[in-house]
């Protein structure tokens, strides 16, 4: 796959060479990164193919790099079963360079025609924001900036938990332990949320006692939804459109902090009126059957059947996720609909794609659970219910507040200091939660999140803002036609930028920001190493400055380029 990266070219020469050599397919050659990179660019382990044609690996190895013919600029040596392969430095900055340059570096068009509809976020109204969301929500946006950069058309959807059972307990607990004047008042002082959230903690713990009272509560529970969902303008309706205007202006606070955008906010309540056409047609496919009272759907695999509709007539969120996918079909004809959700969803998501197989509609596998890892707490699992989480925005205004501290500390005569600082906090927390291979479970650590050195967002921006100042200094533009011969002194920088748009491709089509969130942090190491080595502003002659500025302007870019497809900002100075 091209992939806009200008190592493609060395590497087509390499698999085309290696092909010939050896009379097999292109496709069939696969070149590694050595791991010692002064071992070469590329490698080719021999270990397989010798295996094959019951040969020795080294003597296979050696027996190729008799045979290559045509590698302009590529160096070939023999390392036991390995032959490694090294691009010729002038020739490696020339392409970097120029490559790098172009403002659309890293983009592809992979994805050109085709749609992806992405679920992200997705928070339920009446809670606070807890760092569990967070996840969702950076990887949706991480995901969706990697896509479009590769051509895709993404259409970023916000389905929030605006429906469902629970809001018949959160009107049970407004009326039981608060009233709406005292919501009221909670909103004048920006506390609302806050206010939902202990009311319905304190639902729960009466809940728990179990007895009578808990009896009492499910049942006027049950009313209060069978009210909401009855569709006519009364007392349930008014006050749940009120506690979803007070959650969606909290959602929106933080939104803009951390610059995640959507296509469409459509929560789960948009698509009441889909709701009895959806299950009808599903009754009609003939697939359906009804087990104690309530409508279920057999799918494979598991011995619980799917739960479509209660005896007494309410849908779950299985239904209102049918309806939803078929919205999102008939409206954007997506190639992939995918869902960035948590792994504790799995069996939800896997219901969802077996009952549309059952319906026979050939796009099933289509859909696509993107799950991340659970957020968990030192302590244990996270739970609202509970009271036990960790809130983002405490979280994001403490890293800000840290970074306020660091930057008066050391660079006192900052301009713009709080916008630095709120970027940089910002950066900090995401890229915290990017790093981590999304379906592993993180545990939440403060410690970690308030650390800004080593493999962090703070150090990637740090390293973008340096080679800008040294950029600044320098009072001259960099031009990629600097002379290559003189640039191709860093290589492993150079490498480094250059496989830039394959690491957003294979990022990309995978989902997975992580990839993209360490080959960045690699990048800035090697940037940093560069400055280090190599002075730039007083480097002797003009030529050699004009060349090393080339280079740390390319890294500069393909930083602030990485990190913006991170959903994070590079600030020019901190
Ligand atoms: N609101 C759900 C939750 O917080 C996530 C919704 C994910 N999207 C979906 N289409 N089911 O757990």
Redo the contacts with the bound molecule.
Sequence with gaps: MPTGSPLDHFRHRLTAALAQALGIVPESIKLERPRDPSHGDFAFPCFQLAKERKQAPPALASEIAGKLAGLEHISAKTAGPFLNFTIDRTELARRVLTAAFDPAYGGGNEGAGKTIVL?YS???IAKRFHIGHLRSTVIGMAIRKMCEARGFRVVGIN?I?DWGSQFGKLLTALRRYSSEAALDAAAATGTAIEHLHEIYVHYHEDEEKGGDLAKELAAESRKWFLDLESGAENEARRLWKKMTTLSLAEFERIYRRLNVTFTEIRGESAYEPDLAPTVRRIKEAGVTRISEGALVIDVEGSEKPALLQTGDGTTL?LTR?LA?VFYRKETYKFWKAV?V??SD?RDHFRELKLVVKRLGLPWWDDIEHAYFGMMRLPEGKMSSRKGRVVILEDVLDSAVEQVRTLVREKNPNLQHADEVAEQVGIGAVVFNDLKNDRRRDVVFSWQEVLNFDGETGPYCQYTHARLASIVRKSGQTPSAEADPALAGEGAQLLLAIGRFPETVALAAERFEPHLLASATVELAQLANAYYRDHRVLDAGSQQLVAARLALVEAARRTLARALALLGIAAPAEM
């Design positions: 679920d997705s928070p339920n389905h938990g969120y996720d939803s869902y959700v948590g969803q």
